[in-house]
């Protein structure tokens, strides 16, 4: 039959069509009884009419799919096929069973080789997603066992047709199609000689499965950031500032974004409220700065509340209990409470001429729109630190920067949107413009803000989401949906984190509570 000749349409089956099925089945499972009862197909449409897909070609019944709703906890356990079977050959279906069973696949022998069962199976996983079932489970038939069960276990039979070193029909396809073996089953079907009674519990995980909860405790899948390429420009007082910022988070709010973006010291023109005189004091001039930060903090906050948006502060100098300076990025939530990541990795020029301290911790944060984490400029060239976010099922990182050249700016661009692929994250990059010869110790300002995505189908094809134009003033949104997260980390065309090799590599973060007096021994 070629390929012009097929006129294939993809629709649930019906009662009329019971007896294409029986010829079916009756030529498919002629060693294992052949087919059911028409009473049992009449019974599974009408208990769950969307479970039973058909393929037919030109009114030609020539592929199917059976299905049954099941409790997934009592099914995901050892059992056997006659646990699906009630009185007089009802199959059982659970009508608030939160998997799906599969029952049978069955393909007209005439069909095979036009992959017409992944076509089905798809069409079985589509299904699961829109009823937010939690999985779909099968008892395999391992039929070619008997060929090898004088020198193999079924344990080691199956491990083979794994690694492709055997061929089964049903195992190799189901696992082609995403199927994982749960567990072995004994005597799941006595009477099927083939596979001496074997079957593999074989199951699919609904990767977008969402449990029961209220409106309130659901938190979105679809995330929008709003940041600003800020503008360094003189300010006449702090309240002229804290005005500039408010301004624009009005402006985010007004987009309704859940996040407000600021660059890394974005408040350094107050190092212009000295003298200039006194600007020549580098280091002065910093702690001078660092004066300003919990005031910051408290209008932040009260922004962030007032607005309904939480704010990633940029960055911040802080003065340390121990009189040193770190330079901190404060997460502002819209309930209120305050969160920091200090940046870990000092630059030359921040270390040699305003002596900050690099911090020691690193966390990701949960918020209502994501759990996020934030890694200040020189941070996301360092691919360590972006992994032990991931590992923390980070959904999105946020890079507030300052940089003065373009090949500053490119090294940071480059390995931001590195840690977006390898760790399959949005990554958020945000940072200053402009020039200030007035003041003392800001250089000046290059930056092309951008969001970039994992590098797959679902995202654009250059991996940018979103991206400002160069060393102006404005600002930019980008609209995150999580979701293509989840499916790419499990089904993308590549999947960075599921295939490290571990078994060759490890990272792991230090204890650092030695700093802080604890005795590591207790």
């Known amino acids: 039959m070629s390929l012009e000749e097929l006129h ?90 939160d998997a799906m069973y599969g029952l049978d696949v069955l393909i007209h022998p005439d069909y095979r080789g036009y992959r017409l069962g992944r076509r089905l199976y798809e069409a079985r996983k589509e299904l699961c997603r829109s009823m937010n079932l939690r999985a779909i489970l099968a008892g395999g038939r391992i039929p070619e066992y008997h060929q090898h069960a004088d020198e193999l276990t079924p344990a080691q039979y199956i491990d083979k047709v794994s690694r492709k070193e055997i061929y089964d029909p049903i195992l190799s396809f189901q696992q082609a199609n995403d199927f994982q073996v749960k567990r072995l089953l004994r005597k799941y079907l006595p009477e099927d000689e083939q596979s001496r009674g074997y079957a593999t ?48 988070v009005d402006a985010l709010s007004d987009y309704q974004s859940d996040f407000a973006v600021f660059p890394e010291l974005f408040y350094a023109p107050l190092m212009g409220l000295q003298d200039r005189a006194a600007q020549q004091d580098q280091m002065g001039a910093i702690r001078f700065l660092a004066g300003f930060t919990e005031r910051f903090k408290a209008e932040l906050s009260r922004m962030a509340v007032s ?53 020691d911790e690193l966390q990701v944060f949960d918020t209502d729109a994501g759990r996020v984490g934030i890694l200040i400029c020189y941070d996301v060239e360092f691919p360590e630190l972006g992994r032990l976010l991931a590992d923390q099922d980070m959904d999105i990182l946020f890079v507030p920067f300052w940089t003065d050249t373009k090949n500053g700016y490119l090294r940071v661009r480059h390995c931001a949107q590195a840690r977006a692929i ?41 991996a940018v989401l979103a991206e400002t134009t160069p060393n102006t003033e404005m600002i930019f949104f980008s609209d995150l949906d999580l979701t293509r997260l989840t499916v790419v980390r499990a089904e993308g065309s590549v999947t960075n984190l599921k295939d490290r090799r571990k078994d060759l590599f490890d990272l792991r973060w230090r204890d650092w509570s030695w700093k802080s007096g604890a005795n590591l021994e207790e």
């Open 8 to 97: 294939l349409n993809l629709r649930n089956l019906m009662s009329d069509d019971y007896d294409q099925l029986k010829a079916l089945m009756d030529a498919v499972y002629h060693d294992i009884g052949g087919a059911w009862p028409k009473r049992t197909i009449d019974k599974l449409i009408q208990e769950f009419p969307d479970g039973q897909i058909a393929i037919e070609d030109d009114g030609l019944l020539v592929g199917v799919a059976l299905t049954v709703q099941v409790d997934y906890d009592e099914f995901s356990n050892p059992h056997k096929y006659d646990d699906l079977i009630g009185h007089r050959e009802i199959i059982l279906n659970d009508e608030d069973g």
């Open 201 to 248: 519990l074989l199951e699919w995980n609904n990767i977008l499965f969402e449990p029961a909860a209220s409106v309130l405790d659901n938190k979105p899948t679809q995330v929008r950031v709003g940041a600003v390429q800020w503008q360094m420009r003189e300010f006449s007082s702090v309240e002229a500032a804290l005005q500039q910022i408010e301004y624009f």
């Open 307 to 359: 607005y309904n948006i939480n704010i990633v502060g940029g960055s911040m100098i802080e003065v340390g209990e121990d009189d040193r300076l770190y330079n901190i990025a404060y997460l502002f939530h819209r309930d209120g409470s305050v969160e920091r990541q200090a940046k870990l990795h000092i630059t030359p020029q921040e270390r040699r001429d305003w002596v900050i301290e690099g911090g």
């Open 422 to 462: 390898e760790n399959e994250c949005y990554v958020v990059l945000c940072g200053s413009v402009g020039n200030l010869p007035s003041i003392e110790n800001l250089d000046i300002q290059y930056a092309q803000s951008a969001v970039f995505s994992p590098s797959d189908f679902a995202f654009p094809h250059d």
